[in-house]
């Protein structure tokens, strides 16, 4: 692939990462927004149909980014520890930030999806408080799209 390309491909990552990550925190605003009562560690609240969809949005956006930095990045995977060993820096980048990139999928897409459900429109909620889920799952998307560049960066050059 030419490094327009590569430019172009990246920056469409970011914003589809930092437009998640908008929407996440977006999300906890408006669910911040709806009538709730709160006693000690017990909340109850209404659910927003806005918060439902912004996360909905985000979470789709962020896993639609993975989706296409995995594409794109390619498949190379060492299978053993001696391959590790005789890898180059850029590869040993290369997996350590997938790998990463990963993890923070599981984590921000978990958080994003918690948060979402506990918005859907059949239910009101009561129970522990869980804030902040959507916020962190935003912060997240950003993560993503850090990591993302430099796992397809450094996949492309190894």
Same mark, same amino acid.
């Given at each position: ?6 430019? @172009?491909?990246?920056?469409?990552? +970011? $914003? *589809?990462?930092?437009?998640?990550? $908008?929407?996440? =925190? ?8 709806? %009538? ?5 560690? @017990? ?6 149909? %806005? ?22 990045? #390619? @498949? ?9 060993? %005789? ?11 997938? $790998?990463?990139?990963? $993890? ?6 978990? *958080? ?5 459900? /506990?918005?859907?429109? /059949?239910? #009101?909620?009561? #129970? @522990? ?5 959507? /916020? =962190? ?5 950003? +993560?993503? #799209?850090?990591?993302?560049? +430099?796992?397809? +960066? ?5």
């Amino acid at each position: 692939m030419n490094r327009g390309a590569g430019i @172009f491909l990246c920056l469409l990552l +970011v $914003i *589809m990462d930092i437009t998640a990550g $908008i929407l996440g =925190i977006e999300a906890e605003i408006a669910q911040n927004k709806v %009538k709730h009562l709160r006693l000690w560690i @017990f909340e109850c609240k209404d659910p927003s149909h %806005k918060a439902f969809m912004l996360g909905l949005i985000a979470a789709v956006l962020l896993a639609l980014a993975h989706v296409i930095v995995n594409l794109l990045g #390619g @498949f190379n995977c060492l299978w053993s520890q001696q391959e590790v060993d %005789k890898a180059s820096p850029n590869r040993q980048l290369s997996m350590a930030s997938l $790998i990463l990139t990963w $993890i923070v999928l599981a984590v921000g897409l978990s *958080m994003l999806v918690i948060g979402t459900s /506990s918005n859907k429109k /059949s239910r #009101g909620s009561c #129970g @522990f408080t869980h804030h902040h889920f959507l /916020s =962190i799952g935003g912060i997240l998307c950003f +993560v993503h #799209g850090l990591v993302s560049v +430099v796992y397809y +960066v450094s996949a492309t050059a190894s």
